[in-house]
């Protein structure tokens, strides 16, 4: 017989998945001041399990501190512009990088996410269909990331998607937008399926634009 024991992972990590789930779900609001003190009587927890998950946060860039004050981070329309003109460069190298490291079983995934987002792009005004949508979403760049096989682009690109989530997670509420993201996604896969690195790397950049200019507005 074989005995498997899983070991629950650090305290602190629990914490910080918690939290962090709660700031890009949007149940913790941005701009939100967080208290340490508070959270910790909160979840009946020392402080020290609370400070470790505070800074990993803060390193993320997730959690910010003005003047010892600490606030849940808040994009400004400046600051969107820069996520996106750094994203806009790492993806778009991404997309020639997973050409190159081009797999039947990339292939594979891309074309099962591909089916399972057409049940969803001509959903009504529905918060659930929605947050479905979003997660395939997040899916499909996740799957260009991994498959770049470049470990810091995927760390970089990673943390400025995070800053964005809850921004990305709003605008997918409303059905008409879900149909052009699947559009525009749907024409990289090919693109990319195609061999054509030129073609994907400019759609992807003109997806970003396009994404950023709905966030600008929007906001």
């Known amino acids: 017989m074989t ?13 910080y998945e918690a939290i962090r789930e709660d700031i890009l779900t949007g149940a913790i609001k941005a701009d939100e001041q967080i208290i340490e003190a ?7 927890v020392s402080r020290g399990p609370i400070r470790e998950a505070v800074g990993k946060l803060e390193l993320e860039g997730l959690l910010l501190r003005k003047n010892g004050t600490l606030f849940v981070y808040k994009t400004s329309k400046e600051d969107l512009k820069q996520i996106y003109q750094c994203r806009i460069v790492l993806e778009s190298l991404a997309v020639r990088l997973l050409i190159t490291n081009w797999t039947e079983e990339v292939h594979q995934e891309l074309q099962e ?3 399972e987002k057409e049940k969803f792009i001509n959903e009504l005004e529905n918060p659930n269909e929605s947050e479905d949508f979003n997660r395939m979403c997040s899916a499909f ?3 260009i990331l991994i498959g770049s096989k470049n470990e810091r682009l995927y760390q970089q690109t990673n943390h400025l ?5 809850f921004y990305k997670s709003s605008k997918l509420r409303d059905a008409r937008r879900r149909v052009i993201i699947h559009k525009q996604h749907f024409e990289i896969y ?4 195609d061999q054509d690195a030129d073609r994907a790397s400019i759609l ?12 600008l507005n929007n906001i």
């Open 3 to 15: 005995i498997q024991i899983v070991q629950a992972p650090p305290l602190y990590l629990q914490i």
């Open 38 to 44: 508070q959270l910790a009587k909160k979840l009946k």
């Open 113 to 115: 996410l591909f089916w």
């Open 141 to 143: 760049h996740d799957i």
């Open 161 to 165: 998607r995070n800053l964005t989530r």
């Open 190 to 193: 090919n693109a990319m399926k």
């Open 204 to 215: 992807m950049q003109e997806h970003m634009e396009d994404d950023l200019e709905y966030l």
